[in-house]
Each structure stands twice: as structure tokens, then as C-alpha cells.
């Protein structure tokens, strides 16, 4: 299988010159490129095939380009081509590009010329003859395909290397027999349920700190005149932050998925359009609470690693139901946070019984998919313990369906 890994590199000016001068004319013949097949479409001509030797004469710079590099964008253009003209609706016209669009290019591993040397943390690449002094914070084994550099706005440097691998550690755990439900909140991040109890996972620190700051310099930066010398240190100051913030989201929301399907068979969560329509009410809380990418970060851990996420319907009143004796409390308004149920007493803080009806319905569902009748469903307000569910991703141990979206028959 092939697996990208992404490590941060330090060019020295020479390297990073000659990086320059490769998006330059990456971006360049990608142009000119583009230009003739245009202007050919307009003509009703043949649309041509070119390829970037075509240009090395009249435009000597490009020789010293990495020709790979060059080769690969005659490759993505005429597949940027190709796509529009079939298919103009779902993919848009190849557009021309600018100095201001993202800054990458990639290369082929042609003759073993990209080389990673672990020892002493440098990379190699055709046509420099210095190795790129590199972070390289994990390993990986197989031979490399390609490597894509790419620069930030913020001025970083990065590499993608892509490898073709043996070593899957991608594949199916040993299957848990543990289930946990997930309340996805605002202020607290994700409140908890398992068999151990109920805990709440709350934003890191280091995170609020750091989109606190991100908002003072967006209010720094509008109060600064446009172009000028202050604003363009703030603005690379601010480019730099929202690197900051959304890697350390990123590595927060990976730990946190991992640590989930590490431990558990079945995962529970809410439907995430539930949560849309309680977000735009309390949304001035806390700015982009990443549920998104969580759930899409959990659901792709399922798949590699044989779990089930299950994804409860917006008609299941998770929040609404007593954990304890399943009373309905049906006036429940979005506000409350915490109630006592009049049937039981039972006193609930809103997040945690919520996570608790999760947790109990992903205990059932597994009882039943190993009973073999996962099938057999209810639906939330008429039934004891039903939900309704979809389903994102069934693990391989529960042949017992794959369809559903459970309605109240
Ligand atoms: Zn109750």
C-alpha cells in the first residue's frame, strides 16, 4: 500500500533558491501550457499534447529545473484538462496560476535520486546536490514513490514523501469487547461514557491559549494599514499562528480518536447535524470546535483498525432521556444544562446522561451483533432502548448487517 509522510525541512538559502525557481517554473510551464490548449480549444483545433521540453529552448531557465518536476505538470494538467471537459459541472475550468496559490511541486524517485537519511536527519533530492536538513519525528520503511515540497504562507517548508509499503500497521486489532458513548459539546469537548463511568475531555489549554492569540492579532492586523511594513509582519506572524493552531487541533484530535478506537469495539457519536443546530446557538463560545474532523478522524482509525462507529439520528432524544429509568423529558430546552428527572430523581448533567444513552445503546448493538440480530431495530421515542442509527462503518467481526437507517414502523 502507499502511505504519505509529512516532515518538516530546513533549506539553507541556497536550497531554498532553487526551490523558488522550481515553483516558478512549475507555475510557468503549467501557464504557458495551459495557454496553448485554450487558445486551441478557442480555434477548434485539436486541443495538442505538449510536453515541457517544448520550452527549454526559447526559456533557458528551465533547464536547470528538475525535469520530473516539469514532466509532473504536464501530468496534472492534462488530467485537470481531461476531467473539465468530460465533466465540467463537477470539476471547473484548469485555472491560470499565481505567484499567491500555494507553492509546491513534486518529483519522482526516477534512479533512487530521492534519498531520506535517518542518521543524520537530511533529505536528498534530484538536482541538489546538498542534503535538506529535515525533521524526521517518525520512521518509515518501503521504497519512496515521490516527494512533494511544498511552502507555507507563513514561510515554512515541508516535504510529503510518498512510500510504497509492506509493513501495514494499518491492519485489523484484536477485537475489543469495550463500548463507549461520546457526547460532542461546546465548551467541554467531548464528554464520555464507559464502563468505567463518565469522564469530560476538555479543549488543551495549550489550544485555547492559542486561538486566543490567534484573534488578537486578526484584531491587531485590521487596525494597520494595509501594505505596509508593520502589516506585513503581522500578517506573516498571523499566517504562522493559524499553522500553529490547526496542527496542535490536529494532533489533539488524533490522539484523542486513536486512544478511542485503541480501547473500544463500538463507538457511539451523535449525528453531527444534531449538533449544527445546537452549535448556531451557542457558537460564540468557542470558534471552530473541530467535531468534523474528529469524526472523520474516528471513522477512518475504525476502518483501518475493525471497530464500528455508530452514528445516532437526530430523532433519537439522546439528551432528552433519562439514563436511569428512560423517562422522556420532552420540554427539555436547548439551555439546560443540567436536570433532575421527575419520574427517578436521578439528577443529570445534561452532556454526561447523554453520553450514558450513547454508551448504552453502543452495549446493546454489540450484544446483538454478536447475537446475530443487530438487524432488529426500534426507533428512539417508542422504544426502551432503540435508536435510530446509521451506521458509518461496519468492522469485519459483525457479519450480521450492513445496511440501515432505522425508521419508527
Ligand atoms: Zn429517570
Same mark, same amino acid.
Given at each position: 500500500? $502507499?502511505?504519505?509522510?509529512?516532515?518538516?525541512?530546513?533549506?539553507?538559502?541556497?536550497?531554498?533558491?532553487?526551490?523558488?525557481?522550481?515553483?516558478?517554473? &512549475?507555475?510557468? =510551464?503549467? %501557464? #504557458?501550457?495551459?495557454?496553448?490548449?485554450? #487558445?486551441?480549444?478557442?480555434?477548434?483545433?485539436?486541443?495538442? +499534447?505538449?510536453?515541457? !521540453?517544448?520550452?527549454?529552448?526559447?526559456?533557458?531557465?528551465? #533547464?536547470?529545473?528538475?525535469? *520530473?518536476? $516539469?514532466?509532473?505538470?504536464?501530468?496534472?494538467?492534462?488530467?485537470?484538462?481531461?476531467?473539465?471537459?468530460?465533466?465540467?459541472?463537477?470539476?471547473?475550468?484548469?485555472?491560470?496560476?499565481?505567484?499567491?496559490?500555494?507553492?509546491?511541486?513534486?518529483? %519522482?524517485?526516477?534512479?533512487?535520486?530521492?534519498?531520506?537519511?535517518?542518521?543524520?536527519?537530511?533529505?536528498?533530492?534530484?538536482?541538489?546536490?546538498?542534503?535538506?536538513?529535515?525533521?524526521?519525528?517518525?520512521?518509515?520503511?518501503?521504497?519512496?514513490?515521490?516527494?512533494?515540497?511544498?511552502?507555507?504562507?507563513?514561510?515554512?517548508?515541508?516535504?510529503?514523501? $510518498?512510500?510504497?509499503?509492506?509493513?501495514?500497521?494499518?491492519?485489523?486489532?484484536?477485537?475489543?469487547?469495550?463500548?463507549?458513548?461520546?457526547?460532542?459539546?461546546?465548551?467541554?469537548? !467531548?464528554?464520555?461514557?464507559?464502563?468505567?463511568?463518565?469522564?469530560?475531555?476538555?479543549?488543551?489549554?495549550?489550544?485555547?491559549?492559542?486561538?486566543?492569540?490567534?484573534? +488578537?492579532?486578526?484584531?491587531?492586523?485590521?487596525?494597520?494599514?494595509?501594505?505596509?511594513?508593520?502589516?506585513?509582519? *503581522?500578517?506573516?506572524?498571523?499566517?504562522?499562528?493559524?499553522?500553529?493552531? /490547526? %496542527? /496542535?487541533?490536529?494532533?489533539?484530535? @488524533?490522539?484523542?480518536?486513536?486512544?478511542?478506537?485503541?480501547?473500544?469495539?463500538? =463507538?457511539?457519536?451523535?449525528?453531527?447535524? =444534531? #449538533?449544527?443546530?445546537?452549535?448556531?446557538?451557542?457558537?460564540? @463560545?468557542?470558534?471552530?470546535?473541530?467535531?468534523?474532523?474528529?469524526?472523520?478522524?474516528?471513522?477512518?482509525?475504525?476502518?483501518?483498525?475493525?471497530?464500528?462507529? *455508530?452514528? =445516532?439520528?437526530?430523532?433519537?432524544?439522546?439528551?432528552?432521556?433519562?439514563?436511569?429509568?428512560?423517562?422522556?423529558?420532552?420540554?427539555?430546552?436547548?439551555?439546560?444544562?443540567?436536570?433532575?428527572?421527575?419520574?427517578?430523581?436521578?439528577?443529570?448533567?445534561?452532556?454526561? %446522561?447523554?453520553?450514558?444513552?450513547?454508551?448504552?445503546?453502543? $452495549?446493546?448493538?454489540?450484544?446483538?451483533?454478536?447475537?446475530?440480530?443487530?438487524?432488529?431495530? !426500534?426507533?428512539?421515542? &417508542?422504544?426502551?432502548?432503540?435508536?435510530?442509527?446509521?451506521?458509518?462503518?461496519?468492522?469485519?467481526?459483525?457479519?450480521?448487517?450492513?445496511?440501515?437507517?432505522?425508521?419508527?414502523?
Amino acid at each position: 500500500m $502507499l502511505k504519505a509522510y509529512r516532515y518538516r525541512i530546513y533549506p539553507n538559502k541556497k536550497q531554498k533558491e532553487f526551490f523558488a525557481k522550481t515553483f516558478g517554473s &512549475c507555475r510557468f =510551464v503549467w %501557464n #504557458k501550457m495551459l495557454e496553448e490548449k485554450l #487558445k486551441a480549444l478557442e480555434n477548434k483545433e485539436k486541443i495538442p +499534447r505538449i510536453t515541457p !521540453a517544448k520550452y527549454k529552448e526559447e526559456y533557458q531557465f528551465l #533547464k536547470e529545473i528538475d525535469s *520530473l518536476a $516539469l514532466a509532473n505538470v504536464q501530468l496534472n494538467l492534462e488530467k485537470a484538462f481531461k476531467n473539465w471537459l468530460k465533466n465540467p459541472k463537477h470539476f471547473g475550468k484548469p485555472k491560470f496560476k499565481k505567484k499567491k496559490d500555494k507553492q509546491s511541486y513534486t518529483t %519522482n524517485n526516477q534512479g533512487n535520486t530521492i534519498k531520506v537519511d535517518f542518521q543524520n536527519n537530511l533529505l536528498y533530492l534530484p538536482k541538489i546536490k546538498q542534503g535538506i536538513k529535515i525533521k524526521l519525528h517518525r520512521k518509515f520503511e518501503g521504497k519512496i514513490k515521490s516527494a512533494t515540497i511544498s511552502k507555507t504562507t507563513s514561510g515554512n517548508y515541508y516535504v510529503s514523501i $510518498l512510500v510504497e509499503t509492506q509493513n501495514n500497521d494499518n491492519k485489523p486489532k484484536e477485537p475489543q469487547n469495550k463500548v463507549c458513548g461520546i457526547d460532542l459539546g461546546v465548551k467541554t469537548f !467531548a464528554t464520555i461514557t464507559n464502563d468505567k463511568g463518565s469522564y469530560k475531555v476538555e479543549h488543551p489549554k495549550y489550544l485555547l491559549k492559542a486561538e486566543k492569540r490567534l484573534k +488578537r492579532l486578526q484584531k491587531q492586523l485590521s487596525r494597520k494599514q494595509k501594505g505596509s511594513k508593520n502589516w506585513e509582519k *503581522l500578517r506573516k506572524l498571523l499566517a504562522r499562528q493559524h499553522e500553529y493552531v /490547526a %496542527n /496542535a487541533r490536529k494532533d489533539f484530535l @488524533h490522539k484523542l480518536s486513536k486512544a478511542i478506537i485503541d480501547e473500544n469495539q463500538v =463507538v457511539v457519536v451523535e449525528d453531527l447535524s =444534531v #449538533k449544527g443546530l445546537i452549535k448556531s446557538f451557542l457558537s460564540k @463560545h468557542v470558534s471552530d470546535s473541530g467535531w468534523g474532523m474528529f469524526l472523520s478522524y474516528l471513522e477512518y482509525k475504525a476502518r483501518w483498525y475493525g471497530r464500528t462507529i *455508530l452514528t =445516532v439520528d437526530r430523532f433519537y432524544p439522546s439528551s432528552k432521556r433519562c439514563s436511569h429509568c428512560g423517562y422522556i423529558y420532552s420540554d427539555m430546552d436547548l439551555s439546560v444544562r443540567e436536570w433532575t428527572c421527575p419520574i427517578c430523581k436521578t439528577y443529570h448533567d445534561r452532556d454526561e %446522561n447523554a453520553s450514558k444513552n450513547l454508551y448504552r445503546y453502543g $452495549l446493546d448493538y454489540l450484544r446483538k451483533s454478536r447475537e446475530g440480530t443487530a438487524r432488529i431495530q !426500534a426507533c428512539g421515542e &417508542c422504544s426502551d432502548s432503540g435508536m435510530v442509527i446509521t451506521p458509518v462503518y461496519e468492522s469485519s467481526f459483525n457479519e450480521a448487517g450492513s445496511s440501515y437507517l432505522y425508521k419508527c414502523g
